[in-house]
């Protein structure tokens, strides 16, 4: 069975600050691994992915992730925050093979200030 | 348009009602889910359907059912409403001919209230 863990449920910066996000999985069989963005009121898109090719996943809007089998995570970073990336952001994971669905982790809100 | 689209957006209903949400996509997409969103919860999965006769239960299935009515088109109906029942829900579909990643395309999500 596969879980995720998102270490914080809020997350506070100021703008220009890097953003650190946390997310911890669990797997009995190779991951492939998620990020989610949720902008209030809006559904959930994409923000990155990996399914076993680099470690290091860049996606939209400057965000990246690295995978670490060793440590069983996946945190997602941003250099620089802005203020458009105050939402809600999700971890996710799958099993690697046919007739998997997502299952997400509780979430984190990142908060952006001036 | 939008690629999946959920009906109704908005819905208050009362205890005991039966309640349908519908879901439909032209992203021509084989599998389609219900999620549903609580505040501190995250997203946990009601059910899924990886193809029209194909039907699985997630891991709060429980006063939930679900229609398959063709590949683009995924009720899910709660046949007794009760107050905790109340959330976010959300339709997403998955392509098999991708990756198999397993990667998920929301729709804008239908906000149940319960009263």
């Known amino acids: 069975a596969q879980s995720v863990t998102q270490l914080g449920s809020h997350v506070s910066v100021s703008e220009g600050a890097l953003v650190l996000l946390r997310c911890n999985y669990s797997?009995?069989?190779?991951?492939?691994l998620f990020w989610y963005v949720q902008y209030p009121n809006q559904g959930l898109q994409l923000l990155l992915k990996y399914t076993s090719a680099a470690t290091l996943v860049k996606g939209i809007n400057g965000f990246e992730a690295e995978f670490k089998k060793s440590e069983t995570s996946f945190h997602l970073t941003k250099p620089s925050a802005h203020m458009s990336d105050a939402a809600e952001y999700f971890c996710a994971v799958s099993a690697s093979q046919a007739g998997t669905a997502l299952i997400f982790g509780k979430g984190t809100t990142l908060s952006v200030s001036s | 348009d939008a690629d999946v689209t959920q009906t109704p957006r908005n819905r208050i209903t009362k205890t005991g009602k039966r309640i349908m949400l519908e879901c439909s996509q032209t992203?021509?997409?084989?599998?389609m889910y219900w999620y549903r969103q609580d505040p501190g919860l995250g997203l946990r999965l009601i059910y899924y359907s990886f193809d029209v006769k194909d039907i699985n239960k997630g891991e709060i299935s429980d006063g939930y059912s679900v229609s398959r009515q063709a590949q683009a088109k995924f009720s899910l109906s709660l046949e007794s409403a009760i107050p905790n029942q109340t959330a976010l829900y959300f339709c997403?579909?998955?392509?098999?001919?991708?990756?198999?990643?397993?990667?998920?395309?929301f729709g804008e999500g239908s906000r149940l209230t319960v009263l």
């Open positions: 992203k021509g997409h084989d599998r």
């Open positions: 797997s009995s069989v190779p991951p492939y």
């Open positions: 997403a579909t998955s392509d098999l001919r991708t990756l198999n990643t397993g990667e998920l395309f």
